[in-house]
């Protein structure tokens, strides 16, 4: 279901991944470093399909998301940082879109409850954005208005993710935490 990106040949697999996608939609592309983790989505196959990123946030102008929205004045951020994330480079290639969507959110859903994860900001496609509160029914709140950023409108967005965990049953698109096994590499 998943790969943590733990070497530098998952590094450039995931990088291919999300920037491929981004151009294809049209977004400004950014190669930043900041301390992450980066997981490559597969699917039943064991093809790699999409990525998914978790940021350590901070309540402070440094991290780049809070110059786009001020998450940071948002009280409830403010009351436990270390039980927030933010979530980024979120994609999946498109020949694999639809189907693949529950195993990306169970990826989110397993790392959070891992780290105990309350709280997560994100800015969110429009689109993704109904799409996870209207089928997925993702508890998650709009805490602005849309903004324009990186080539679309985004919806800055918190997600609760201990909801989910602590309420497995009610989502039924929610799958087992899977790694996908690790393969070595044969030279002949």
Same mark, same amino acid.
Not at 81 to 91: G, L
Not at 100 to 115: G, P, Q, T, W
């Given at each position: 279901?998943?790969?943590?990106?733990?070497?530098?040949?998952?590094?450039?697999? !995931?990088?291919?991944?999300?920037?491929?996608?981004?151009?294809? *939609?049209?977004?400004?592309?950014?190669?930043?470093?900041?301390?992450?983790?980066?997981?490559?989505?597969?699917?039943?196959?064991?093809?790699?399909?999409?990525?998914?990123?978790?940021?350590?946030?901070?309540?402070?102008?440094?991290?780049?998301?809070?110059?786009?929205?001020?998450?940071?004045?948002?009280?409830?951020? $403010?009351?436990?940082?270390?039980?927030?994330?933010?979530?980024?480079?979120? $994609?999946?290639? *498109?020949?694999?879109?639809?189907?693949?969507?529950?195993?990306?959110?169970?990826? !989110?859903?397993?790392?959070?409850?891992?780290?105990?994860?309350?709280?997560?900001?994100?800015?969110?496609?429009?689109?993704?954005?109904?799409?996870?509160?209207?089928?997925?029914?993702?508890?998650?709140?709009?805490?602005?208005? *849309?903004?324009?950023?990186?080539?679309?409108?985004?919806?800055?967005?918190?997600?609760?993710?201990?909801?989910?965990?602590?309420? *497995?049953?009610?989502?039924?698109?929610?799958?087992?935490?899977?790694? $996908?096994?690790?393969?070595?590499?044969?030279?002949?």
């Amino acid at each position: 279901m998943y790969l943590k990106v733990d070497s530098l040949a998952l590094l450039n697999s !995931f990088n291919q991944i999300w920037m491929e996608c981004w151009l294809e *939609k049209g977004y400004v592309l950014e190669n930043e470093n900041s301390a992450s983790d980066r997981y490559i989505i597969t699917d039943s196959k064991d093809h790699r399909v999409g990525t998914i990123e978790f940021k350590h946030y901070r309540l402070d102008l440094l991290n780049n998301i809070n110059t786009v929205f001020p998450f940071h004045e948002i009280e409830e951020m $403010a009351k436990n940082p270390s039980s927030v994330i933010e979530i980024d480079k979120v $994609a999946i290639l *498109k020949q694999y879109r639809g189907k693949n969507l529950d195993r990306l959110l169970s990826v !989110f859903v397993h790392y959070s409850e891992k780290h105990e994860i309350s709280h997560c900001v994100v800015l969110l496609e429009r689109m993704f954005y109904k799409a996870l509160r209207n089928v997925y029914k993702i508890p998650l709140t709009a805490v602005g208005e *849309k903004i324009y950023y990186k080539g679309d409108y985004v919806i800055p967005s918190i997600i609760y993710p201990k909801e989910i965990y602590q309420n *497995k049953k009610n989502y039924s698109w929610l799958l087992n935490d899977h790694p $996908a096994p690790k393969r070595k590499l044969i030279f002949t």
